[in-house]
């Protein structure tokens, strides 16, 4: 057990250190995952809003097809993603694969389902009563929905987080899209599975312990909140 504990403390070395391998992979995984959770929430959440609030035809079915993609493998997200921004894909002429675009790209198809399935649940917890109380009060169109997402605000915190959680934890996108380069494109993950599999458990360790801080900072976020709300 004696390399658990060396590997422990040259970790923390690195981390006070400043070691600039590590950070680069650090800022890469928020900077990435940042903005993925930013278009999901910017997309998913008016697609959450209608899919939980409207009835049409195919409601249930596409209910169903969004549960289903909350569990979907990443290295199917990665596969997809690759295939179309290849050079020799539709969007090969954009220059998306081994780079930071191209993550943001799997990220997003990666967590919008989560983003819609979770907001969509939180609409639907809530009270019947509220859509005609909003009427009552004379919203009409936009003011409905900015009204309902703001009563079922704590919820939709929770999915975000819940998202953000399997951005920044995913490991097939970044590897199959972004290619592991360093400096540019390695994330948490991928320097994770690189350095274990050389032997620098250390690097491997420093990286796991960055990432549930983001994790905890994440919870602790939602929690202040909640508090505060």
């Not at 704590?154 to 951005?167: D, E």
């Amino acid at each position: 057990m004696d390399y658990l504990a060396e590997g422990f403390i040259n970790a923390f070395l690195l981390l006070i250190r400043g070691n600039e391998e590590t950070y680069s992979a650090v800022y890469t995984t928020v900077y990435v995952s940042s903005i993925s959770i930013i278009i999901s929430l910017v997309l998913g959440l008016p697609l959450g809003f209608v899919l939980s609030y409207y009835e049409f035809i195919g409601k249930k079915q596409i209910r169903a097809v969004v549960d289903t993609l909350l569990g979907l493998p990443t290295v199917v997200v990665g596969l997809l993603v690759y295939a179309f921004i290849t050079r020799r894909g539709p969007l090969g002429e954009y220059d998306l694969l081994f780079n930071k675009s191209g993550i943001i790209a799997g990220q997003t198809l990666l967590i919008l389902p989560v983003v819609i399935s979770l907001s969509a649940s939180a609409i639907e917890s809530l009270d019947e009563r509220l859509r005609s109380t909003l009427i009552t009060l004379g919203a009409r169109g936009r003011k409905i929905i900015t009204g309902t997402l703001y009563e079922s605000r704590f919820a939709i915190m929770t999915a975000a987080a819940a998202a953000y959680g399997r951005a920044i934890s995913e490991v097939g996108v970044s590897m199959m899209v972004g290619g592991n380069i360093k400096w540019h494109t390695r994330t948490i993950t991928t320097a994770i599975a690189l350095e274990t599999g050389k032997g620098e458990f250390a690097m491997g360790i420093a990286l796991g312990i960055v990432l549930l801080l983001i994790g905890f900072i994440v919870n602790w976020l939602l929690i202040f909140l909640r508090k505060r709300g």
